[in-house]
């Protein structure tokens, strides 16, 4: 067995030259611990080789021990003792049985119990010890299995202790055991770091860092702070013991204040949450080779401390061996030591060790922590003994782990200050070597939980004048600061919007995020994610400029002396639409004029959001919206410039695979916020259930509606579509007027589009002019905002009953194919005595008439096809004061057809500015 001291110390108490290095001024000030330490040290090796230390007397020795003691003693090598591993696999097989029988005798008699607590010591960084029986009687054996290969005699023994003594005669005593120690230390650790705990409701996935951020396009953020940043909020790495800098040490001071003051009522919050999981973070990193690795684990609450520790151990190993077998493989079994995780609570400043307190219970007794983020500097300065001796008798054993659970832990950290729980994991890198890996305890700190942006930091295009926004999810956290820099240099300080601006074209955006709560400066928590492209110049586009330019003039809605409503309707192109389309077969393909590059919603919808907000619309409604672009585009983008707004989507069920649908804005410097209830969502067929069913159809003056209720008696393909085949949607709120108190009922739909329906489509705007009907009277008669793709020419029976109020049963266009539409082929059977019917509104549903007085050249282009589908219909109450210009049938000639380069849709946009006619 081998014994060591600390580097740079003698065991005869004297002091070799370079400890006037680093270990000079810890040494001077503790010069009892020297004399401690030189008596401990002897007895350790008398008592692991079994030498009477009054008699100095070998137990059983052979003749090699004696050699080597006289020649100790000879040469003056009493200043050390040094067994090494080398010496003792030269020993005969008579002797290394009698050494290993010794390393027994001593365990039985308990000599060396006071050495083995040294190995569940945490580490310091001037005096290490390793001394572990165990893993030396392994060093032992493995040496025997080394030698038996070998025809090792007598003679070639005594030639091999020969060579050792001439080797030790040459180097000093002190500098061996320097050496040695650093060879095999098994305490000097490269790794450190910080172990989070959270406590999740079940409301959150433990697995959110893997699922809701964009890993992929994460960078290390403290490449963006900059010197006076790090000065107020401390580097990634901050390290909370170093006092390299007065001005983090008043950052630590101030941190501890209140700093857990937020955890208390989160603790109290999820008390009743009875499916809370605990979740921990462990975040290493290797001071050598300046790499990091996360360990992630979900644990139940209730699950004792030490069963917890024991696994986040086995992991731990687990990982570093992992990352050293990259550069050597191992064989064999990997070997996991028995020494178990120990918790350190900080001592009271108040509670000193008293002098009579021996040396091995100090050692016991103290830890260095570092605190590191998953990026950054961290580690100790080696340089600076001050460090050591200020943490020296800083921390004490948190004993009874079985009695506490990882909960109970978290929660008595969260009481205390920062920094006064620590964990110390022993991880065995060899068969001869154990490292104590030291874990600062940070027990539900500001957390990020997601991380998102439109393409996911990824895909999406970046556009001057085009908002990008990046939303956050926090816990522990009451808000979150978002930087955003452009190569590297800070352009917007903190908000969840930017919009680069022309002098960003060309450079790459980046966001870092800091969660921030009272009392919580967010150090040490933040995250940065850099988009993959870099920002492009807007491309040219001729519905904006110079066609509309009277209505891209910046606009002071509350100042305006009429107080106009402008409002907005635009049908987008779902990404579901065009994405179907690439997959046809080039002779079906619709956008086959389209380069790949262009139709990708990742392009379009960044550039229809700027065109939407160029408009500065009051009220924007919106017609083939994706799922995932209202809620990761439009929805944040609208919201940073002061819209509400909701989304209703199309389909039967979520089987039905149909995932777009309408979505309504309306500005909160213009209208009051709506509650979420009053945003309503009216499918067609439970409108029709409702109105065809209703006892008092009989009763109601819309005769239309009995004249429906009769056909759908004689017609059961035509009531099995209206009712179980069509999921489109009718979006309704009542909106009130700052300015002038007055309400107004906005309406949005998007009708069937199919050109052999055109029956389905006006008793479908029959039901919904029935609803709006409803809710106009129920709010005081307010007037009538109605918007939306009607897939209907103006000329089409729909528009006749919305604009003229009556379709007779002689409109050709409209019955054409009352009896021969089929859902399914031959699904309609023999309806021909089916007869059609006269459609009208009665004198109690408001007059509506058109935003724009002549109807457009069209509002939809494709290759195939070219017409007007989309209106902005309002009450005759309301003056249309102009109306936004739309492009000619020879503006589209250079373009082929829409969507293209240019234009981002299938669809223009319409936009008119309506004021109450006083």
């Known amino acids: 067995m081998k014994v060591e001291g600390p580097p740079s110390v003698r065991v005869d108490g004297g002091v070799s030259p370079s400890l006037m290095g680093q270990n000079k001024s810890f040494l001077s000030t503790k010069p009892n611990l020297l004399s401690k330490y030189q008596n401990i040290h002897n007895q350790a090796a008398t008592s692991a080789v079994g030498i009477d230390p009054v008699e100095g007397r070998d137990e059983g020795s052979t003749s090699n021990a004696s050699a080597e003691r006289s020649r100790c003693s000879r040469d003056g090598a009493a200043d050390s003792f040094t067994l090494s591993s080398k010496a003792s696999s030269t020993s005969s097989n008579k002797s290394k049985g009698s050494i290993k029988q010794r390393i027994k005798n001593a365990i039985s008699r308990k000599k060396v119990q006071e050495i083995k607590d040294v190995r569940e010591s945490p580490p310091v960084s001037c005096i290490q010890i390793a001394v572990d029986v165990k893993h030396d009687s392994k060093t032992i054996e493995g040496s025997k299995k080394k030698k038996s290969k070998q025809d090792v005699t007598p003679q070639n ?224 300065n080696q340089n600076d003994a001050n460090i050591v001796e200020e943490s020296f008798e800083e921390y004490e054993k948190f004993d009874d782990m079985n009695a506490f659970s990882i909960e109970d832990l978290l929660k008595r950290a969260n009481k205390d200050n920062f920094g006064t729980y620590a964990i110390t994991v022993p991880i065995e890198v060899s068969n001869s070597e154990t490292m104590h890996v030291p874990l600062m305890v940070d027990p539900c700190p500001p957390t990020i939980t997601s991380v998102s942006t439109f393409g996911s930091f990824e895909h999406t295009r970046l556009f001057e004048n085009t908002p990008l926004v990046v939303e956050v999810g926090l816990i522990f956290a009451k808000k979150a600061k978002v930087s955003w820099f452009a190569d590297g240099k800070e352009v917007c300080h903190d908000s969840h919007c930017y919009t680069p601006t022309k002098s960003d074209v060309g450079k790459v955006m980046t966001v870092v995020v800091t969660p921030l709560r009272p009392g919580h400066d967010g150090r040490g928590c933040e995250e940065a994610y850099q988009f993959k492209r870099s920002v492009e110049t807007l491309p040219s586009m001729p519905i904006l400029n110079p066609l509309r330019q009277e209505f891209l003039v910046n606009r002071d809605r509350l100042q305006e002396d009429n107080q106009s409503v402008r409002v907005v309707s635009y049908n987008i192109l779902a990404d579901q639409n065009a994405s179907r389309d690439v997959k046809r077969d080039a002779d079906d393909m619709i956008y086959s004029h389209c380069k790949s590059d262009d139709i990708v919603k990742w392009r379009r919808h960044p550039l229809i959001v700027h065109e939407i907000l160029q408009y500065q619309g009051d009220i924007v409604c919106l017609q083939e919206v994706d799922r995932d672009v209202f809620e990761g585009l439009l929805k944040p983008c609208l919201s940073a410039h002061r819209y509400q707004g909701y989304y209703s989507e199309k389909g039967l069920d979520d089987a039905s695979g149909i995932r777009e649908g309408c979505a309504i804005f309306w500005s909160l410097d213009v209208f009051e916020s709506v509650r979420q209830p009053d945003m309503k969502t009216h499918t067609f067929r439970e409108m029709f259930q409702q109105f065809m069913c209703d006892e008092r159809l009989h009763k109601t003056e819309w005769k239309g509606l009995r004249e429906v209720s009769n056909l759908l008696e004689q017609h059961d393909h035509l009531k099995h579509v209206l009712f179980n085949k069509l999921g489109h949607v009718l979006q309704t709120v009542v909106l009130t007027d700052k300015r002038s108190n007055k309400k107004v009922v906005l309406a949005n739909t998007h009708l069937f589009y199919h050109p052999h329906a055109a029956h389905v489509k006006c008793l479908k705007m029959l039901i919904a002019c029935r609803q709006l009907e409803i809710e106009h009277i129920e709010n005081e008669f307010s007037p009538i905002f109605f918007c939306g793709d009607f897939n209907s020419t103006p000329d089409s029976g729909v528009m006749k009953l919305l604009l003229n109020r009556f379709v007779d049963s002689g409109d050709e266009d409209t019955w054409k194919h009352l009896c021969t539409y089929e859902w399914e082929e031959g699904a309609a059977g023999d309806v021909k005595h089916v007869s059609s019917i006269d459609l009208e509104y009665p004198p109690s549903f408001p007059q509506l008439i058109s935003a724009y007085e002549k109807a457009p050249e069209f509002t939809h282009f494709i290759e195939c096809f070219a017409a007007t589908l989309d209106y902005i219909l309002t009450s005759s109450n309301f003056e249309v004061l102009r109306s936004a210009s739309t492009l000619s049938f020879d503006d589209m000639q250079q373009h082929v057809a829409m969507p293209n380069e240019f234009m981002a849709s299938d669809h223009l946009s319409l936009v008119a500015d309506l004021s109450f006619d006083l």
């Open 157 to 380: 023994d005594i030639q091999l202790q020969k060579e050792m003594v001439q080797q030790q005669q040459q180097q000093p005593t002190a500098v061996l055991i320097e050496q040695d120690f650093q060879l095999r230390s098994s305490n000097s650790s490269p790794w450190t770091g910080r172990v989070v705990g959270l406590r999740l409701p079940s409301t959150v996935d433990p697995a959110f860092d893997e699922k809701c951020k964009p890993n992929g396009r994460r960078v290390d953020p403290s490449l963006f702070l900059s010197v006076t940043e790090k000065k107020k909020y401390g580097p990634s790495g901050w390290n909370p013991w170093d006092e390299g800098s007065d001005s983090q040490r008043c950052c630590l001071d101030d941190r501890q204040k209140n700093y857990f003051s937020f955890h208390n009522s989160d603790y109290d919050y999820y008390a009743n949450d009875d499916k809370c999981q605990v979740c921990i973070d462990v975040h290493l990193f290797n001071k050598k080779d300046q790499t990091w690795i996360k360990v992630h684990m979900a644990r139940d609450p209730s699950e004792s401390l030490d069963k917890t520790l024991q696994r986040l151990k086995i992991s731990l190993e687990k990982k570093i061996s992992n990352k050293k077998k990259k550069k050597k493989k191992k064989k064999g079994k990997q070997q996991v030591t028995s020494i178990n995780p120990i918790v350190w609570r900080k001592r009271e400043r108040q509670q000193e060790v008293t002098k009579e307190t021996s040396y091995i219970e100090d050692l016991a007794d103290t830890i260095p922590i570092n605190l590191c983020n998953l990026f950054g500097e961290v580690g100790v």
